[in-house]
């Protein structure tokens, strides 16, 4: 089991950068995969990034590909979502999320994973 706790949310404007963390205050954050979602109101939870526990494997939405950056440093227990030219339409509720496999799930799925953060907004102005 993991916990996981988030932090980087702020106010943005178009072309700003925001990187958000994702800590693993409990359990060994390098036996889990992990992924980002964002959520805005009236909207399903959408998929953003995810990535193997190694790092050896990355999925991205095609809205974020070239522009945002998933990456883990497993020794600080710790995710990261590097959003570089953000746009309006990035504002969202970010949600970092972690299982312990993918196998027989759709790693960009919401039900692909077990255990999530507790979301951090991200307003983007034009």
């Known amino acids: 089991q993991v916990k996981l706790v988030q932090s980087g949310e702020g106010l943005m404007q178009a072309g700003d950068s925001l990187t958000l963390s994702c800590v693993a205050v409990l359990g060994t954050f390098s036996n889990y995969h992990m992924g980002w979602f964002r959520q805005t109101p009236g909207k399903e939870r959408e998929f953003v990034a995810a990535?193997?526990?190694?790092?050896?494997?990355?999925y991205y939405a095609d809205s974020v590909k070239g522009r945002f950056t998933i990456s883990r440093d497993n020794a600080k227990n710790t995710g990261y979502l590097q959003m570089n030219s953000l746009k309006p339409e990035d504002a969202a509720v970010y949600y970092c999320a972690a299982v312990e496999s993918w196998y027989g799930v759709n790693w960009s799925s919401v039900g692909g994973y077990a255990y999530w953060g507790q979301g951090t907004q991200v307003t983007v102005s034009s």
């Open positions: 990535l193997s526990r190694n790092a050896d494997t990355t």
